[in-house]
């Protein structure tokens, strides 16, 4: 609502995402592969193995020109990007840890220097200097890991920084050590992953057995790692937050199991060079890498998934609204802007006006500047199909977004604006996605029922207030669920027609004997 | 719907030292960016003139490719230095900055593939192994193209950045943001200021080149020097030209600031231009008597007096432009004394180890 925001047709998240896992695909091989380079030099040289030296000459070309050309300009290019998408979040960070990055600026510079005085250095410097100017390089490459890795990890764990601002609370906050550790072990990996494919195009088959057998040192024993850091991090992680990615949170969860088996994939592919490590390809090469982006790629959409509904964790929402009100925040909290509505708080938007005629443009203006951070219409996130799916009209539309801070987990922000405000995206919204009158009016089947009105907040499981709490009594049940906001005040005001409320018991009634649900039940207790 | 309300507001985090600290950072690193931009460009604008002016001459071909095996050092060099104020203006110009980018998002972002591609082109050229080939310089000309792009594609965000009673109507146009600021009138005039002094400090790259030629090939080394010299000087005349366009172009109270109006402003005004003359007539002189000293040490050095008084007024014709809309005073100030200090230790470390790398190479004097 400060900034203006920049409609992406493919959706703004999906275009971070594409730039940030490239890069930091990337990045990572910049940092263990830093490491792979010395130790490999050291080691040719004390066993005076010229083949193994040649090679490795070859292989630190390969080296800068992905890692210095390609991975610099796409760490610029999250810069760009997290501006254009993400400015107030952005602006936030940039005044919180210029200092940080700042420091990493500098450790930036002695690398990438190092890297071309390396890369260059081969044929003209004497042996001891050329390890020197590899170990300088590792050494800045990690330093510059371990200031972003503070500023990152502060996004999804920002510890006590909300309440005292401290630079280095905020930096070495919860999930710093463990994610510093897990990300080193990536790093690690990815040096021997990246190294597979420059021995893959290796003419002399002996050097060629050699070096997979030397990649595979760095890729298994760190894959191998994995795991247990992966615990030792997720354990750091509150538990709510880590919850989304059980569950309740279809991306997350997702992902996070992607992430589980194209990491076991890339662990089993690289075991399996070792079987003929003379013949392995180009192309088997290139797989391990591709399978490894993904797993890494996953990993990484899991961490920005369960940051939801935050960008800067108990600090500032993802459409770029502030969680509480604070000082200096421009009237740019949930709050105010409920107080003010989003017709006079927000800077970038056309419609200053309300009326009846206008109410889908204005409902448009609003998807744009609360939505669009995550959402678009019909592509990445896209609303469209989660509407297909519920079928409401206008006004359950206008009662839903009153609770979107309850659905699927607390993903989501609250919807910020006056009542009428929120009428008029329930109306833009209803345009998108007209209700199929048949589908909706049709829907007596308990399990639509609740598909439709509530499983963005309610799970089929066992514990679940739906099944634990509701009257077991299907009159009883059928009156309570009649008025919802007096079985429990915070949930939306339905009104569901009596024939679906008696299905939708019917069908809990199954679930709880089917699935054995609700063996706590003691009747209901209001809540 | 009056531009200052459009203004974003800055973010609840105080500046977390001086403003005048971030001020001289913006600067100072703007002055090195700047620099390596220009070896890139210019550098590689003067390649392909060799290469293209006196096809297939020996010389001609040599000077290209010892241009273009620099061009991949440098590029990163440009890259690194740009990172540093592409952060400080952030820090200081947020709110303006980041709105013209998103009211020109797309060619903004194209930035980043320009890059990629030029840079990888760059290389390509650097790893042909020298055998004289048409499709060097077709590789190179295209790579310079996108550098040039990008060089304008900055003019455009920036001058709009500058105007905000610009960026309503430009946004609500296009909010997938496929806009440019062709209708400013300085942009043209502004971007070639930049684009001629690129061509004239490229002449101080192949001077420099000459330089490190002298000894070992003094024949080369003379055609080169020549080469160099006169690039340097035609393109600084041009400037004169380009310089005035500019000047006029700007709003009348803009331009005034730089006549009279600021003293300051005048003065580097005055010094640029002096020091611009000076530069044509010593560099005159260099290549007459063939002092590859002169060349390649004072007229960089007063080059580097002008560079910096240009990066000054830019500074000033930026804070003009907004004055409206900003006021250093606008912002609270927390110094972070627990994490400012360790950046300028480690900045200063940083400084000296970058100096003992270069030294343990070799390319400081004597090892």
Redo the contacts between chains.
């Keep these: 609502m400060n900034y203006p925001v920049w409609e992406v047709a493919f959706g703004a998240g999906l275009l971070i995402a594409a730039v940030a896992i490239l890069h930091v695909f990337v990045s990572h091989f910049a940092v263990g592969g830093g490491l792979f380079l010395v130790v490999t030099e050291r080691r040719a040289r004390r066993n005076n193995d010229l083949a193994l030296l040649g090679w490795l000459k070859a292989h630190t070309k390969f080296f800068v020109l992905v890692t210095v050309v390609f991975g610099a300009i796409s760490g610029v290019g999250i810069w760009f990007t997290i501006g254009l998408i993400g400015p107030t979040a952005t602006s936030n960070l940039i005044h919180a840890y210029v200092w940080g990055w700042a420091i990493e600026w500098v450790f930036f510079f002695v690398e990438i220097t190092a890297a071309l005085l390396y890369l260059y250095g081969w044929d003209k410097l004497e042996a001891r200097i050329h390890e020197w100017f590899g170990w300088i390089y590792f050494i800045a490459a990690f330093a510059s890991m371990m200031i972003i890795n503070g500023i990152i990890t502060f996004m999804l764990t920002s510890g006590s920084w909300v309440k005292t601002h401290q630079f280095w609370q905020g930096f070495f906050n919860p999930t710093y050590f463990p994610s510093l550790a897990f990300r080193f072990a990536i790093a690690l990996a990815l040096a021997g992953i990246y190294a597979l494919i420059t021995a893959s195009v290796q003419k002399d088959a002996a050097l060629k057995v050699r070096l997979v057998r030397w990649s595979a040192w760095w890729i298994v024993p760190a894959l191998a790692l994995l795991p247990a850091l992966g615990w030792w991090y997720i354990r750091w992680i509150p538990a709510d937050v880590w919850a989304s990615a059980r569950g309740p949170m279809p991306t997350a969860t997702h992902y996070a199991l992607f992430a589980v088996i194209l990491l076991a994939v890339t662990f089993a592919l690289a075991l399996l060079t070792l079987v003929r490590p003379g013949r392995m390809r180009l192309a088997f090469s290139l797989l391990v890498a591709l399978v490894a982006l993904g797993a890494m790629g996953s990993f990484e959409f899991v961490r920005e998934a369960i940051r939801k509904p935050y960008v800067i964790a108990k600090y500032l929402y993802a459409n770029s609204l502030y969680a509480a009100k604070i000082p200096g925040d421009g009237g740019f909290s949930g709050d105010e802007v409920n107080a003010t509505g989003i017709l006079r708080a927000a800077k970038w938007i056309s419609n200053r006006d309300l009326s009846k005629g206008n109410q889908a443009a204005v409902g448009r203006e609003i998807f744009r500047v609360e939505c669009e951070s995550c959402h678009t219409i019909g592509a990445y996130r896209g609303v469209k199909r989660y509407l297909a799916l519920r079928q409401w009209d206008e006004n359950k539309m206008q009662t839903m977004l009153g609770v979107l801070d309850f659905m699927h987990h607390g993903v989501m922000p609250p919807f910020a604006g006056t009542d009428a405000e929120r009428g008029a995206l329930a109306v833009y919204l209803s345009t998108v996605q007209p209700v199929v009158a048949a589908a909706a009016a049709a829907a007596s089947d308990g399990q639509t029922v609740f598909d439709q009105n509530c499983s963005m907040c309610h799970w089929v499981k066992a514990g679940e207030p739906l099944f634990k709490d509701l009257p077991r009594d299907p009159n009883a049940a059928t009156k309570a669920l009649g008025d919802l906001t007096s079985l429990f005040p915070l949930m939306p005001d339905l009104k569901l027609p009596e024939p679906q409320r008696i299905a939708l018991v019917q069908w809990i009634n199954e679930q709880r004997s089917a699935k054995g649900f609700g063996k706590a039940a003691q009747g209901g207790n209001g809540k | 719907?009056t531009p200052p309300?459009?203004?974003?507001?800055?973010?609840?985090?105080?500046?977390?030292?001086p403003y005048w600290v971030?001020k001289l950072?913006l600067i100072a690193t703007f002055f090195l960016h700047i620099v390596a931009m220009n070896f890139v460009l210019g550098g590689g604008v003067l390649a392909l003139v060799s290469k293209w002016r006196s096809r297939n001459r020996e010389s001609a071909n040599r000077m290209f490719l010892d241009v273009a095996r620099k061009l991949p050092?440098l590029l990163?060099?440009t890259?690194?230095l740009?990172?540093?104020p592409?952060?400080?203006v952030?820090?200081l110009y947020?709110?303006f900055?980041?709105?013209s980018?998103?009211?020109m998002?797309w060619p903004?972002?194209l930035?980043?593939v320009f890059?990629?591609i030029a840079?990888?082109g760059f290389?390509y050229v650097s790893y042909r192994g020298g055998r004289p080939s048409a499709r060097d310089g077709g590789v190179m000309l295209f790579s310079v193209i996108l550098v040039f792009l990008i060089g304008f594609l900055f003019s455009n965000n920036l001058t709009l950045s500058q105007t905000p009673s610009r960026?309503a109507g430009k946004?609500?146009a296009s909010?997938?943001?496929w806009n440019l600021n062709l209708t400013e009138a300085t942009l043209i005039p502004r971007f070639l200021h930049f684009f001629v002094a690129a061509v004239a400090v490229g002449g101080l790259l192949l001077v420099f080149l000459a330089l490190a030629n002298w000894k070992r090939d003094h024949e080369y080394a003379r055609q080169v020097l020549q080469f160099g010299g006169k690039a340097f000087m035609y393109a600084t005349m041009a400037q004169f030209v380009v310089g005035i366009i500019f000047l006029v172009s700007l709003p009348r109270d803009l331009r005034m600031l730089f006549m009279g109006d600021s003293l300051l402003a005048t003065i580097l005004l005055l010094i640029g231009v002096t020091g611009g003359i000076g530069a044509i007539f010593l560099m005159s002189d260099a290549l007459r008597k063939e002092s590859v000293r002169v060349a390649g040490f004072y007229v960089p050095g007063i080059l580097a007096v002008v560079i910096a008084s240009m990066s000054l007024m830019r500074d000033i014709l930026r804070d003009a432009y907004l004055k409206p809309y900003f006021h250093p005073g606008q912002f609270?100030v927390e110094t972070?004394w627990?994490?400012?200090p360790?950046?300028l230790v480690?900045?200063l470390?940083?400084v000296i180890?970058?100096f003992v790398?270069?030294k343990?190479?070799?390319l400081l004097g004597s090892k």
């Excluded at chain 2, 309300?5 to 030292?17: E, G, K």
């Design positions: 719907m309300n459009m203004i974003p507001t800055l973010d609840p985090n105080p500046l977390p030292a971030f950072l050092v990163p060099a890259i690194t740009g990172i540093a592409l952060l400080f952030q820090v947020g709110q900055f980041y709105t980018s998103i009211v998002a903004w972002f930035v980043l890059l990629t840079y990888y290389y960026w946004y609500f909010l997938d943001g609270a972070q627990s994490v400012f360790l950046f480690l900045f470390g940083g180890l970058w790398m270069l343990r190479y070799g």
